[in-house]
């Protein structure tokens, strides 16, 4: 009968940490700012034990603080101003959590089976989880610490995203690939239609808002409001603050001359209709090419780069044709010079011979109005 009482200790001690692990407090384990730990009124646990129990039970702590995390972004109950990145590392963080998940399943298995099993058998199981842990747990407290948010998530990940310990290096580069993804989409929605998924503020190209319409606070739809309903060609930068550490400034550039390059095509319309930006196929290449960097697992800036020249080269021909071509821009160029810079010095010889009456006398209300005439008769020659 005592063997049995004792056997029912066992087990329920190793069940105890179990339920440690997983970020849950009971009668052996209790939870202070510090952390979980033994109750320190918790009798017959040999200091030893008690050491290698309270390591056990900082990994459930640790584990406890990430899933908060996840939680915070991802469930029902997550804020709506939650950014794609942030939900983006939670989902990351999810996936890379999910084998330190199988492995306590798999440790209350053993437990079943044998009730017997010390508590180093654990120990023994959780032992890749020891540095893997708190390395995701720095990350994710200097995330919220600095109140990192968009590409910044970026910018933290790639800082740690080079360490001696091969499961903490894996373990990074998956939540770097996952919240890549992210730009990835974000680059789709402005090489193909110029126009900026970002309803967060996080991607590091944005609208220029003129002093002017920031002073009046003036957006995009009163701007179009005031011009008639007519759209207009928006300008966009470059917010380097918020560009990745690792992504340099000539890259950032390309794709803000893409987007706004097919956000100008937009703008032009025939027989009153919207034409198609670039071809479909190039829409494809375009997808295709975006997806294939977004499946790699490790970034690459020389493949990225290349891409985003291709597309440059590809949005670049389209601009030339629209110009040239569409717009006949020499043509414009040579009427300017023809009336302006003097091109037809008889257009002017015209307009002294219409407007010379009317310059000998003083200037009066009716100048401007004789002047503006005689420009108009000339412009129609």
Known sequence: ?????ADCKIQTMLHEVILALSGFTGDVFVEDQSGIHVASEFPCIH??????????ARIGFLYKRLKSFIELHLTSLAKQGTGLYL????????????????????????????????VTHLQHLLEPFQLLLPA?????????????????????????????????QDAVQRLLQTCHGVLYRQLAAWFLHGSLMDRHDEFFIRKEVSDEQAAIGMDEEDTRTNTGGKSRIQRFVVVYDL?????????AEKML??????????????????????????????????AALEQQPTFNLMQLESVVDDIKSTVSQHLWQ?????????????????????????????????????????????????GNFACGVICLC
């Open 1 to 5: 009968r005592i063997v049995a009482v």
């Open 47 to 56: 200091a030893g034990e008690k050491a290698v129990l309270n390591k056990l």
């Open 87 to 118: 939900k983006a590392l939670s989902s990351g963080l999810n996936t890379v959590l999910t084998p330190y998940r199988d492995t306590l399943l798999q440790a209350e298995q053993d437990v079943l089976k044998d009730p017997y099993l010390p």
């Open 136 to 168: 995701l747990d720095t990350i994710v407290h200097e995330i919220v610490q600095q109140q990192v948010c968009g590409c910044g998530v970026l910018h933290v990940l790639h800082q740690h995203s080079v360490s001696g310990n091969p499961a903490i």
């Open 243 to 251: 560009l990745p550490s690792y992504l340099p400034q000539r890259v």
């Open 257 to 290: 001359f893409v987007g706004e390059a097919v956000q100008l095509f937009s703008t032009r319309k025939v027989a009153g209709v919207r034409q198609r930006t670039l071809s479909q196929a190039e829409e494809s290449s375009i997808l295709s090419h975006l």
């Open 322 to 370: 629209l110009l040239m071509e569409e717009s006949d821009l020499l043509g414009q160029l040579q009427t300017l010079k023809s009336y302006f810079l003097l091109g037809r010095g008889e257009l002017f010889l015209m307009f002294i011979e219409l407007a010379d009456n009317l310059l000998k006398e003083p200037a009066n209300d009716n100048t401007e109005h004789g």
